[in-house]
């Protein structure tokens, strides 16, 4: 069974950092495109950033500048480098993976979410 597993997250100051890590694992022939979404609360989900197999980022304009979206195609981990961190970003971050599973299957997959809050 393919799954992602998020850590990073966590409480942090205004203009504070924080990494998030996504991996995924199990049978996996190909991973595609991954990405990182938040869903603040009373507010939708949105994304924050993406990141091909060949490297290539999208971002959410309220983030460019100041998160960084990685990956390390070896490991099937994707990576969300987060600094000058905002109250705005308090969110639960949600990492989300396209791939070809062991049987040539298609899967669209989501973390399980992990918090992160930035306060004083």
């Known amino acids: 069974q393919v799954q992602l597993v998020e850590s990073g997250g966590g409480l942090v100051q205004p203009g504070g950092s924080l990494r998030l890590s996504c991996a995924a694992s199990?049978?996996?022939?190909?991973?595609?495109?991954m990405g990182w979404y938040r869903q603040a609360p009373g507010k939708q989900c949105e994304l924050v950033a993406a990141?091909?197999?060949?490297?290539?980022?999208n971002y959410a304009s309220s983030v460019k500048g100041r998160f960084t979206i990685s990956r390390d195609n070896a490991r099937n981990t994707v990576y969300l480098q987060m600094s000058s961190l905002k109250p705005e970003d308090t969110a639960v971050y949600y990492c989300?993976?396209?791939?070809?599973?062991?049987?040539?299957?298609?899967?669209?997959?989501w973390g399980q979410g992990t918090l992160v809050t930035v306060s004083l």
């Open positions: 199990g049978s996996i022939i190909n991973l595609y495109t």
């Open positions: 990141i091909t197999s060949g490297g290539s980022t």
């Open positions: 989300n993976a396209e791939l070809l599973g062991a049987d040539y299957r298609y899967l669209e997959l």
